[in-house]
């Protein structure tokens, strides 16, 4: 089975889809499905890291259109190219090749691109959590749809198969490993986890940080996670080194196992969410772009995470007092740990479920 995947990361887009998308094709993968991808190359593309896992990447050229591009959805710019420029340039990259499953991860992309694969591709599965625009696919796969099973109903052919909510969150291995040691976070605080995803140009962990920083806690150790692409990283770092209470890492493969092992985290919306989900971490949350606000507002109302609200509102003035708040309140973060865990309690099963179905859709 031939798969390739359109996805692409930047400094706007972040590397939560390729990520994502990374993710898929392992499990794939380890199916005897044969993955390949196809990215635009962006200013803050992960080619590379794609690369470093063993998957062939199909480049396609860096944006260099001079007039406005036609906002057709809210995230057209984000293809950095027009619709049918990045449709007729994906179509030659695939036109010499086999493709059993064309999948999709791209808020820019929508059914009239598809349509355009469809002589290329035998079966398109769109992965999507917005909702926002029509699809011509024959799987769609949205994580987040918490309490709208029918949201898609207008928006997909009558013959798609969906996958929706939580039990198809994509996880790498090492969070079902580390789910087995997993535990209620009841007692004192005593390990903190920062983490706001691989670019966070805002500098949100900053903001976290320096809030800590205000309650002069040193018997709480703290690690602080950013990405190799994070612009901050340097600064950061240097204040970590003075304190032996924080830990900086920098692009690291032992996530789950920190998340773990930390009482609760501080963070934002996005793919992180289910991975501290699933590992029952209470968070504090706020979110850090537009699609991740109505998550982030739905798991708040249910109390599976402390939701601040957007970054830009949430201050360093009001957030130290509410991680003061937030550190006594065991009560709280206990019934929090318990409700993410059982969120995310038919996860491993629900989701080789799907990939057995992508296999023999796609075959």
Known sequence: MNVYIR??????IGSGHVM????LAEKLHLHGASVTFICREHVGHLCELIEEKGFLVLKLPAPTWDAPLPLLTPHSHW????????????KAVLREHSVDLLIIDHYAIYNEWERNQKDIAKRIMVIDDLADRKHECDLLMDPTALDA??????????????????????LRPEFYQQRYQMKLRTGPVKRIFIFFGGFDHTNETGKALASFLELERHDIEVDVVVGKSNFHKHDLKAICDQYSNLHFHCQITNIAILMRRADFSIGA??????????????????SIAANQKAICENLGR????????????VKQSSLTPQLEKFIENEQERVEMSRLAAVLMKDNLVNLQTMIEDIMKMGG
């Not at 949201?151 to 039990?167: E, I, K, M, Q």
């Open 79 to 90: 293809l950095g190219v027009p619709l049918f420029i990045d449709a007729r340039q994906t």
């Open 149 to 170: 099973p029918y949201r898609y109903r207008s928006l997909v052919p009558a013959h798609c198969s969906l996958f929706l909510g939580p039990s198809y969150v994509l």
């Open 269 to 286: 919306g996005g793919t992180t969410t289910w991975e501290r989900c699933y590992l029952g971490l209470p968070a504090i949350v706020w």
């Open 7 to 12: 996805v692409d990361a930047s400094n706007e």
């Open 302 to 313: 249910k109390k599976i995470i402390k939701y601040l609200g957007e970054n830009h509102t």
């Open 20 to 23: 994502r998308c990374l993710t």
